[in-house]
Nanobody
Framework: QVQLVESGGGLVQPGGSLRLSCTAS????????MGWYRQAPGKERELVAT???????NYADSVKGRFAISRNNAKNTEYLQMNSLKPEDTAVYYC???????????????WGQGTQVTVSS
C-alpha cells in the first residue's frame, strides 16, 4: 500500500508564509506527477499547482507569483511554498501523487489526508 502524509499547515496572518510538505511511503517504484489541491468551505476542490517528474510546473492563476511547488524525488516528497498569503487562500490543502506500485507495476492516484491552512488576522 502507499500513503501520503502531509505537514506544515496552520494559522498565519495575511501577507505571511507557510511551507507544506507531503511524503509518500510504501510499495513505490516511481512517482510521476505530483500536485497540491485545496478545498474551501462550501466550494469544490480546486487545483493549486502540479509538478511533473522532470520538474515542469503548472499553477492556478490565483496563486501564480505567490506559491512555488517543488519536489525531492530521492525522498518521494513534494513541497508547496506559500508566500503573500491572503484570506481567500484559507482552505484544506491536499497533496496528490500518481504512483507506480511495486506490487503490480500499475499506476495509481493517491491523496493525502489534508492539512488546514487558515489566513486570518
Amino acid at each position: 500500500q502507499v500513503q501520503l502524509v502531509e505537514s506544515g499547515g496552520g494559522l498565519v496572518q495575511p501577507g505571511g508564509s507557510l511551507r507544506l510538505s507531503c511524503t509518500a511511503s510504501g510499495s513505490i517504484i516511481r512517482i510521476s506527477a505530483m500536485g497540491w489541491y485545496r478545498q474551501a468551505p462550501g466550494k469544490e476542490r480546486e487545483l493549486v499547482a502540479t509538478i511533473s517528474s522532470g520538474g515542469s510546473t503548472n499553477y492556478a492563476d490565483s496563486v501564480k507569483g505567490r506559491f512555488a511547488i517543488s519536489r525531492n524525488n530521492a525522498k518521494n516528497t513534494e513541497y508547496l511554498q506559500m508566500n503573500s498569503l491572503k484570506p481567500e487562500d484559507t482552505a484544506v490543502y491536499y497533496c496528490n501523487a500518481a504512483v507506480r506500485r511495486s506490487t503490480d507495476y500499475r499506476l495509481y492516484d493517491y491523496w493525502g489526508q489534508g492539512t488546514q491552512v487558515t489566513v486570518s488576522s
